[in-house]
């Protein structure tokens, strides 16, 4: 299938700074991609979904200031945690989908695990 | 609303031992239905599916029924493999352009 790649895998960061993750979409092109963050024994809530060369569409409750979404190319979104705070602290994953005919599959990349201290 | 619900886990087995994982869907329409499965340090791999309502699912040993009387979409295996240990998420999709709801997950842990 598909492959995301999602990086970095894990990071630490100070309270205060902004930490970026990127999303790639390795042998495909994708128009679509969603990103989400799950919190421990929680669901994976879904934050935005970033459309390449357009603004991402946020959930309600999510701060579009604070985590800013950009996809600029058809293979690579990235989120950035602007100014982030121990709150903020959680695993971060995004999807890409691909849609074949009338099947629509997603896939998923790794996770980022965010600490912030 | 639309939500996912599955069993609270975790659920530990002995090797060869029998595995059900509960799930259940409220949606509007006819979602499709969806186990992802997330393996230690890597991402969620889509597991198996079922698009209407009667559709089995099965992949690696593992079957799902979508039950559109019952709501639910249950995992199970009949003989489940230490290699099985994962966390698995029920989901289910509205359409092909809406995003996935899931589940809370279930860790899933076999012994030898």
């Known amino acids: 299938g598909a492959v995301v790649s999602q990086h970095p895998s894990w990071v630490i960061c100070k309270s205060g700074t902004s930490v970026k993750i990127e999303c790639r979409s390795l042998d495909f092109q994708a128009t679509t991609m969603f990103w989400y963050r799950q919190f421990p024994k929680q669901s994976l809530m879904l934050m935005a979904t970033s459309n390449e060369g357009s603004k991402a569409t946020y959930e309600q409750g999510v701060e579009k200031d604070k985590f800013l979404i950009n996809h600029a190319s058809l293979t690579l979104s990235t989120l950035t945690v602007t100014s982030a705070h121990p709150e903020d602290s959680s695993f971060y994953i995004c999807s890409a989908r691909v849609t074949t005919g009338r099947d629509t599959e997603a896939f998923f990349g790794q996770g980022t695990r965010l600490t912030v201290v | 609303g639309n939500s996912v619900t599955q069993m609270e886990g975790p659920v530990t087995l002995s090797e060869e031992a029998f595995l059900t994982i509960n799930c259940t869907y409220t949606a509007t329409g006819y979602p499709s239905l969806f186990w992802y499965v997330q393996y230690p340090g890597e991402g969620l791999q889509l597991l198996l599916k079922a698009t209407k309502a009667d559709d089995k699912g099965s992949n690696k040993g593992f079957e799902a029924t979508y039950r559109k009387e019952t709501t639910s979409f249950h995992l199970e295996k009949g003989s489940v493999q230490v290699s099985d240990s994962a966390v698995y998420f029920c989901?289910?999709?509205?359409?092909?352009?809406?995003?996935?709801?899931f589940g809370k997950g279930t860790r899933l842990s076999v012994i030898a």
């Open positions: 989901a289910r999709r509205v359409s092909g352009n809406t995003p996935l709801v």
